[in-house]
């Protein structure tokens, strides 16, 4: 249960972050986001702020005269009156408003107190700003921007009314809210203290430990049950009863190869838990594989100033979004040259999954983890693929290169192929992701 609450919370904050990039930037330029949303509809509830102007009828009073008398009343009382004459004006006065209401359900005027508001609303001509709504499905949230589909070109507060510059600004916003929010995780875990390689200079730090960094699959250690992130415990027990010290990654990978062709056990740490596992290195095994195929790390928590965090976060963040730009490229481009997918590509169950263990590993991993999609998530929306924000920026572009806009109904024609194109490949990493589990 607690994988499935990480799992939403991550999911639902990449999503979040990347929506309310577009959000910003583009009430930033005057363009209307009609809704924003956390979660996904079907609605709760919605708030809006309603504007306009009403006229009121102010009563003023305001004195004319004012005359003072000297009384007397008999030989010796003498009082001293004073009459004010005033005059009352009714002045009309026209007063900015700004109000907010309610909405239920997933129309607008669904209960009595809507109807009043949207009677009183357009008796008044007061225009509605952004509804902040609430809704059912808690994964991440959505945003609707005025004009988003090429209409309204004749308003200004409308999308297809702006620039090229500025369109492609707003689209290009949830991609760099991922990068930054990937940075601002990153920082932080080097702020708290995060897992990092040691060299060979600087083996055999006091917190220091053995880490499976990798696994090759169906190899030894895949077939055996090892995970990436487990650690192996330095002082292992074989079957004589003799105490065996694998204090670092050397010591670990002579143990491995003095067992080659028969088995073998290691205890390895797995979140609080000491697990224990068979395996058989190979004997002959494949070029720059090693008899178990794994790939070992030594690794310490290593701390950060706030301020060195902050720098370390951002170079980090850089090479990864290199890294994985470079890892996408790759993928594309064996798709085309025929030679196929080389690497493993995990949908929604796949992530589930690997959520899974990385909870178990802690919280400080929970964060690398998020950092890592919300950098996956931002580079597959800046993709030239109808559909994705990539996609629209593309046909901003051919738009300036022919000097006039791509016909709407063609446009949308292929944003609707990418979709569909995009839920395919969805529905058919998730069904090989589920056939492996079951597996």
């Given at each position: 249960?607690?994988?499935?609450?990480?799992?939403?919370?991550?999911?639902?904050?990449?999503?979040?972050?990347?929506?309310?990039?577009?959000?910003?930037?583009?009430?930033?330029?005057?363009?209307?986001?009609?809704?924003?949303?956390?979660?996904?509809?079907?609605?709760?509830?919605?708030?809006?702020?309603?504007?306009?102007?009403?006229?009121?009828?102010?009563?003023?009073?305001?004195?004319?005269?004012?005359?003072?008398?000297?009384?007397?009343?008999?030989?010796?009382?003498?009082?001293?009156?004073?009459?004010?004459?005033?005059?009352?004006?009714?002045?009309?006065?026209?007063?900015?408003?700004?109000?907010?209401?309610?909405?239920?359900?997933?129309?607008?005027?669904?209960?009595?107190?809507?109807?009043?508001?949207?009677?009183?609303?357009?008796?008044?001509?007061?225009?509605?700003?952004?509804?902040?709504?609430?809704?059912?499905?808690?994964?991440?949230?959505?945003?609707?921007?005025?004009?988003?589909?090429?209409?309204?070109k004749d308003e200004k507060d409308s999308f297809a009314s702006r620039s090229a510059w500025t369109r492609s600004k707003i689209l290009l916003a949830g991609v760099i809210m991922n990068f930054i929010l990937a940075w601002f995780l990153i920082s932080l875990g080097f702020m708290i203290g995060a897992p990092e390689a040691l060299d060979s200079e600087t083996n055999g730090v006091a917190n220091s430990k053995i880490q499976i960094s990798g696994i090759i699959p169906d190899s030894p250690s895949d077939l055996a049950g090892f995970e990436p992130g487990d650690e192996i415990v330095k002082v292992q027990t074989d079957s004589d009863g003799q105490e065996i010290n694998l204090d670092n990654v050397k010591a670990v990978q002579n143990y491995i190869d003095a067992n080659k062709g028969r088995e073998m056990i290691?205890?390895?740490?797995?979140?609080?838990?000491?697990?224990?596992?068979?395996?058989?290195?190979?004997?002959?095994?494949?070029?720059?594989?090693?008899?178990?195929?794994?790939?070992?790390?030594?690794?310490?928590?290593?701390?950060?100033?706030?301020?060195?965090?902050?720098?370390?976060?951002?170079?980090?963040?850089?090479?990864?979004?290199?890294?994985?730009?470079?890892?996408?490229?790759?993928?594309?481009?064996?798709?085309?040259?025929?030679?196929?997918?080389?690497?493993?590509?995990?949908?929604?169950?796949?992530?589930?999954?690997?959520?899974?263990?990385?909870?178990?590993?802690?919280?400080?991993?929970?964060?690398?983890?998020?950092?890592?999609?919300?950098?996956?998530?931002?580079?597959?929306?800046?993709?030239?693929?109808?559909?994705?924000?990539?996609?629209?920026?593309?046909?901003?572009?051919?738009?300036?290169?022919?000097?006039?806009?791509?016909?709407?109904?063609?446009?949308?024609?292929?944003?609707?192929?990418?979709?569909?194109?995009?839920?395919?490949?969805?529905?058919?990493?998730?069904?090989?992701?589920?056939?492996?589990?079951?597996?």
């Amino acid at each position: 249960m607690l994988a499935v609450i990480v799992f939403i919370l991550i999911l639902g904050l990449l999503i979040f972050v990347h929506e309310m990039g577009h959000f910003l930037v583009a009430i930033r330029n005057g363009v209307k986001a009609e809704e924003f949303g956390f979660g996904f509809p079907p609605r709760i509830l919605g708030l809006q702020f309603l504007t306009g102007k009403e006229h009121q009828k102010n009563i003023e009073t305001e004195s004319l005269s004012v005359e003072i008398s000297d009384v007397k009343i008999g030989d010796k009382a003498e009082i001293i009156q004073e009459t004010i004459t005033k005059v009352e004006k009714e002045i009309d006065q026209i007063n900015p408003v700004r109000k907010w209401c309610f909405i239920w359900g997933n129309e607008d005027g669904d209960s009595a107190q809507e109807k009043k508001d949207l009677k009183e609303a357009h008796k008044k001509r007061f225009s509605g700003g952004t509804i902040y709504s609430l809704n059912w499905i808690p994964l991440g949230g959505f945003v609707r921007i005025k004009g988003e589909n090429g209409q309204g070109k004749d308003e200004k507060d409308s999308f297809a009314s702006r620039s090229a510059w500025t369109r492609s600004k707003i689209l290009l916003a949830g991609v760099i809210m991922n990068f930054i929010l990937a940075w601002f995780l990153i920082s932080l875990g080097f702020m708290i203290g995060a897992p990092e390689a040691l060299d060979s200079e600087t083996n055999g730090v006091a917190n220091s430990k053995i880490q499976i960094s990798g696994i090759i699959p169906d190899s030894p250690s895949d077939l055996a049950g090892f995970e990436p992130g487990d650690e192996i415990v330095k002082v292992q027990t074989d079957s004589d009863g003799q105490e065996i010290n694998l204090d670092n990654v050397k010591a670990v990978q002579n143990y491995i190869d003095a067992n080659k062709g028969r088995e073998m056990i290691l205890f390895i740490k797995r979140g609080n838990e000491i697990l224990k596992i068979k395996a058989i290195p190979r004997v002959l095994a494949p070029e720059g594989q090693g008899p178990l195929g794994i790939t070992l790390a030594e690794t310490a928590i290593v701390r950060y100033s706030w301020y060195r965090s902050i720098g370390k976060g951002l170079m980090t963040t850089i090479d990864l979004v290199g890294a994985i730009s470079v890892a996408f490229a790759g993928i594309i481009k064996n798709i085309f040259t025929g030679q196929g997918v080389m690497v493993d590509i995990a949908g929604p169950v796949g992530i589930a999954v690997l959520t899974k263990q990385v909870t178990t590993m802690g919280f400080i991993y929970i964060l690398q983890f998020a950092a890592l999609l919300s950098i996956n998530l931002g580079i597959i929306n800046a993709l030239p693929f109808p559909a994705l924000d990539g996609g629209r920026i593309l046909f901003i572009i051919i738009e300036k290169i022919k000097g006039n806009p791509v016909s709407q109904k063609v446009e949308q024609a292929f944003h609707t192929v990418g979709f569909i194109l995009l839920i395919m490949l969805l529905v058919l990493v998730t069904f090989r992701d589920v056939s492996k589990f079951i597996k």
